[in-house]
């Protein structure tokens, strides 16, 4: 996928990705992050 | 100095059916649809499926988490025969129990109970419970007096099989703080915690006036509107169970608090200030039914449906009391990165570099111990499971093990989840009692406890956050020893200074 240009919004699990590092990762690809938030399951 | 150990763990289980219509998710979905309660009864289990619930009967120590990993699947469909409420780490009461331990740690008349729910209430609780002339204040109201009640004033009502078998009353006309939702969850933390903690002055070492310090880790917020969340529920508890030489504070941490309160303990103790700590933590109401509609949409009973709480106490130990090791705490600082491998390097892999310890010498790590059959049916996966295998890809990268040793790693050296979704109360920590007794038997040399903590949750940071510690068994000279039998202590009898 070519997140160059995209906006996203970040939404990261505890126990999986969370969303600062969704945040890094689609940054560094690229994207324009305007939300990022990590979510709890458990 | 005095090497600071787990001198003892209790647990407890409240049986709470009729409140999981209070927890949040529930309370939520209720508003929007009312025809969810129907199949919400519908779905709810009885005392003795609860009771007899594998996963449940591992919590109070009457079945090891290796022995649960060995019963056959789904725990739902394959109950324990003979099933006992009591076990060697603890206990599981039931709703009616539960009301009266409430009623017994109101101490602003808050709750009011129908005269049948108190009396059964009381009876069931008698002999069973240090609180002293507190089995008193378990007195109800004739029906009509509740109905009234019910009818007329700011509050919730409380039932039982579907019956009004009680009143939470609203403690202030405009603070939320002191609403009736609120106070009850405060109250069903209070009530649990203090089930727990009686238990360990009961059945440890240390009697109730022998504790020197309590620190409540729950997930309440106990406070009215000009300081939300103040807490203290620690002493609140320690005064119910008869603690009068102790003081106490709450440590809050989301659900790495547990583990967080008992690395304060140990240090407290390790530096004299105080000789023996009780780290407490009482049920989360809100989490009552938290995945109700995934299990309502899978088909499987609604299994959020009991409060959860612990007590551990910490003091100096003998040769025989597993040591909590200083030197090797795990923490994740805020530098850290919140990637899982990140997590891990920071909770275990950096303290057992310090300790010159590899991750193939720890016996057994106790992780997030969520009870899979819970969370599995609501998409949430195995978290114990993923928690593990994480660990074990450490291990591989380190070079420890080999890539076709994660299974054997995952099963050496974990256990399936067996706590409720209880937020601090799986936590790693479910695990300390049967570690203890493990150790005495001389099973088990090293554990290791990691809690994670979702701080992200409350907006005021986007960081996680974590604590780890090793549990070690002592190098005992004494090759006779056996773990001690059963002794109850009743309320105000004092310790014998063991």
Request: aromatic share 6%; charged share 20%.
């Amino acid at each position: 996928m070519e997140l160059r240009g995209k906006r996203v919004i970040a939404i990261g699990e505890r126990e999986g990705v969370q969303g600062p590092s969704l945040k890094l990762l689609a940054e560094s690809a690229g994207a324009e992050v305007v939300f990022s938030v990590t979510q709890c399951f458990v | 100095m005095p090497t600071p150990a787990l001198l003892h763990a209790s647990y407890a289980l409240a049986h709470a059916p009729d409140l999981i219509r209070y927890g949040s998710k529930p309370t939520r979905e209720l508003a929007r649809d009312p025809s969810l309660l129907d199949r919400m009864a519908a779905s709810l289990r009885s005392w003795s499926d609860a009771l007899a619930y594998a996963p449940n009967q591992t919590f109070i120590g009457n079945l090891s988490p290796e022995t649960l990993a060995t019963r056959p699947r789904p725990w739902t469909q394959h109950p324990i025969e003979g099933a006992q409420p009591v076990g060697p780490l603890g206990r599981m009461v039931n709703q009616i129990a539960l009301y009266g331990l409430m009623k017994l740690s109101d101490d602003f008349d808050l709750l009011v109970l129908s005269e049948v729910v108190a009396r059964a209430a009381r009876t069931a609780l008698e002999g069973q419970i240090n609180v002293g002339e507190r089995l008193n204040k378990i007195v109800g109201v004739p029906d009509a007096q509740l109905g009234h009640i019910a009818e007329t004033e700011t509050g919730l009502p409380l039932f039982h099989d579907g019956h009004l078998a009680g009143f939470m009353r609203a403690a202030h006309a405009q603070d939320s703080s002191l609403g009736a939702d609120i106070l009850l969850e405060n109250l069903a933390c209070k009530a649990t915690a203090v089930l727990a903690l009686s238990d360990a002055a009961r059945r440890g070492p240390m009697a109730a006036d022998q504790i020197d310090y309590v620190i409540n880790t729950g997930e309440e917020a106990v406070g009215d509107r000009y300081q939300r969340g103040a807490g203290n529920l620690a002493k609140a508890v320690g005064e119910v169970v008869g603690c009068a030489n102790a003081t106490g504070s709450d440590t809050k941490a989301f659900c790495a608090a547990p583990v967080h309160g008992l690395i304060v303990a140990a240090s407290m103790v390790q530096a004299g200030v105080f000789n023996a700590v009780a780290v407490i933590g009482g049920g989360s109401l809100a989490k009552l039914g938290m995945k109700f509609l995934g299990h309502l949409k899978s088909g499987v009973p609604v299994m959020e449906d009991v409060l959860g709480a612990m007590a551990f106490v910490v003091g100096p130990g003998t040769d025989h009391d597993p040591v909590i090791r200083l030197d090797a705490v795990g923490r994740h600082p805020i530098r850290a990165g919140s990637s899982p491998q990140a997590m891990y390097q920071a909770l275990v892999v950096d303290p057992l570099a310090r300790a010159g310890l590899k991750l193939t010498d720890i016996d057994r790590y106790a992780v997030e111990l969520h009870n899979p059959e819970i969370t599995l049916p609501a998409g949430s996966g195995d978290v114990p499971t993923t928690n593990y295998r994480t660990l074990a890809a450490l291990a591989v990268m380190r070079k420890e093990i080999s890539r076709d040793d994660i299974d054997a790693f995952v099963a050496q050296r974990g256990m399936p989840g067996f706590a409720p979704t209880q937020g601090h109360i799986p936590a790693g920590v479910p695990y300390l009692g049967h570690a203890r007794a493990a150790m005495q038997r001389g099973e088990l040399s090293r554990v290791m406890v990691v809690a994670k903590g979702s701080l992200f949750l409350g907006r005021m940071t986007q960081l996680a956050d974590g604590v780890s510690f090793i549990l070690e068994r002592p190098t005992t000279k004494d090759e006779s020893f056996r773990p001690p039998s059963l002794v109850i202590r009743q309320y105000g009898e004092e310790g014998n200074g063991a």
